[in-house]
């Protein structure tokens, strides 16, 4: 018998998760699925910084038990079906956690098209046709419409969202400019912004500076994926009747 392995969370962890404590490795037996039900292996799992407040007795409104199976976003096929709408063979996407096997009424559950479109991996609805890229595409267009020729700044622009943000820009014939860590600076070259800022250690009055002589004529829009000193440098920088989109703080 296949056996289904489960990461448990235990009880609400105080700073970091203590392996056999707050979260453990459990095996236990793969599930069958009942009438309108249907079983998922899970082939991809995401791994998100929000995952880490799920954890928490209280989170985002819920409160939980345990224990129970780390949440997480999940892709995988069907390889058991007693639901109609559902057959075996599909690709699906959900909330499945992180285990091997997930059963499912089909509540939240999207399935993902035979083909996907330009060669990507199923993992890819994670990213760029996931949370992440819908977040991207709606924050920049519909909040920041930004022109061709206008300047875009992005702090966080090597994230899941900000990665994105600074390739659409591109598209739309924007100058980017992305503010990351040192550690990242190659990285967020090879989303190609045309040039980034270093935001590590360095005060809102050094942060301005470097804004400003990247961006001398002021910036169009600011793509907020962090807050904090790069959110406040950023706005003292902005250029008349411009716009911001505030993802994350």
Same mark, same amino acid.
């Given at each position: ?68 199976? *780390? ?18 063979? #599909? *690709? ?40 992440? %890229? ?44 992305? *503010?990351?860590?040192? %550690?990242?600076?190659?990285? #967020? ?28 004529? %002021? ?13 406040? #440098? ?16």
């Amino acid at each position: 018998q296949e056996i289904n392995r489960q990461w448990v969370v235990l009880q609400q962890p105080q700073g970091a998760p203590v392996l056999g404590k707050d979260i453990e490795l459990r095996r236990n037996p793969k599930p069958a699925p009942e009438d309108g039900e249907f079983l998922v292996r899970v082939t991809s799992m995401s791994l998100d910084p929000y995952i880490r407040g799920t954890m928490n007795r209280i989170a985002y409104g819920r409160t939980q038990t345990y224990p129970r199976v *780390m949440t997480c976003g999940g892709v995988g096929q069907i390889v058991e079906s007693k639901h109609a709408d559902f057959p075996v063979g #599909a *690709m699906v996407q959900g909330q499945f956690g992180w285990q091997d096997f997930a059963v499912s009424k089909g509540a939240g559950i999207r399935l993902l098209p035979a083909k996907i479109p330009g060669g990507c991996r199923p993992s890819c609805f994670f990213g760029v046709l996931g949370m992440p %890229g819908a977040t991207a595409y709606y924050g920049l267009l519909e909040i920041c419409e930004p022109k061709s020729g206008e300047t875009v700044l992005v702090s966080s622009c090597t994230g899941a969202v900000g990665s994105i943000v600074g390739q659409i820009a591109k598209i739309k014939g924007c100058k980017t400019i992305g *503010m990351t860590s040192s %550690g990242k600076l190659a990285l #967020a070259k090879e989303f190609g912004y045309d040039s980034v800022i270093d935001y590590s250690g360095k005060s809102v009055r050094e942060l301005i500076r470097d804004i400003r002589a990247a961006a001398p004529q %002021g910036v169009n829009c600011y793509f907020d994926n962090a807050g904090g000193p790069c959110t406040e #440098a950023a706005l003292m920088c902005l250029a008349r009747f411009a716009r911001v989109a505030v993802c994350g703080q």
